[in-house]
């Protein structure tokens, strides 16, 4: 069965600080995908990055990074030097085969505060 | 470039009325999703559309929920006999078919349901 675990509910930093989002997830498929959406206050999801299970290479987008380790079935997202607009709760996302062509399976999400 | 729009974004109406919500999804995407949120919880699929045809439905969706997709542009999502537990906040996403897999999904802002 497919299955996405955010552990952390709730994280709380202060702005600068370098913080990382876990994401542990579960599928029988050899092929999959991963996605990350950020959710602000006002709602509408954002898509973040989408990484396929063929590609282990980790990826940096400015202060956003992504470590993706088949080996622990983990797709971790790091924010580097945060800030108050980094505020948001943060979902992780699978897609296989063995679910669905297409629907997402989601994390319950984390809560990230960057306080100033 | 417009995004995926919803409406209404709030919808408060009595237990036992039937409810219709509209998405219009970003015009070059053929598929078309349906999810719902509730508080604390990350989206959960409820159906998706490529162009007209309904290709999946999730068991979240019972009888009295239906959506149709009128000449594969918009969508509706009606319920019917509304109930507490429906209360919650409908996300709507597109995308693209992709080739290479699962193309990434673009949310709307969602119709928040309150059911009194």
């Known amino acids: 069965a497919q299955k996405v675990t955010q552990a952390q509910t709730e994280i709380s930093v202060v702005e600068k600080e370098d913080v990382t989002l876990d994401c542990v997830y579960e599928?029988?498929?050899?092929?999959?995908?991963l996605f990350w959406y950020k959710q602000p206050p006002s709602g509408e999801l954002v898509f973040l990055i989408r990484?396929?299970?063929?590609?282990?290479q980790n990826e940096i987008s400015g202060r956003y990074s992504w470590n993706f380790q088949k080996s622990t079935s983990s797709f971790n997202f790091t924010i580097t030097a945060s800030q108050v607009v980094d505020s948001a709760v943060y979902f992780c996302a699978l897609s296989s085969r063995e679910g669905s062509q297409g629907n997402l399976i989601f994390g319950k999400g984390t809560k990230l505060s960057v306080k100033p | 470039d417009t995004g995926v729009s919803q409406n209404p974004r709030h919808k408060i109406t009595k237990r036992g009325q039937n409810v219709t919500f509209r998405c219009d999804p970003i015009s070059e995407h053929n598929r078309l999703y349906w999810y719902r949120q509730t508080l604390g919880q990350g989206p959960e699929f409820l159906t998706y559309f490529q162009n007209e045809a309904q290709l999946e439905k999730s068991r979240l969706l019972s009888d009295r929920f239906s959506a149709e997709r009128p000449k594969g542009s918009f969508s509706t999502l009606e319920i019917q006999r509304t109930e507490q537990g429906d209360s919650a906040m409908y996300l709507c996403?597109?995308?693209?078919?992709?080739?290479?897999?699962?193309?990434?999904?673009?949310f709307g802002d969602g119709t928040r349901l309150s059911i009194l």
């Open positions: 599928t029988r498929d050899t092929t999959y995908y």
């Open positions: 996403a597109s995308s693209l078919q992709g080739t290479l897999g699962p193309q990434p999904q673009h």
């Open positions: 990484r396929n299970s063929f590609d282990e």
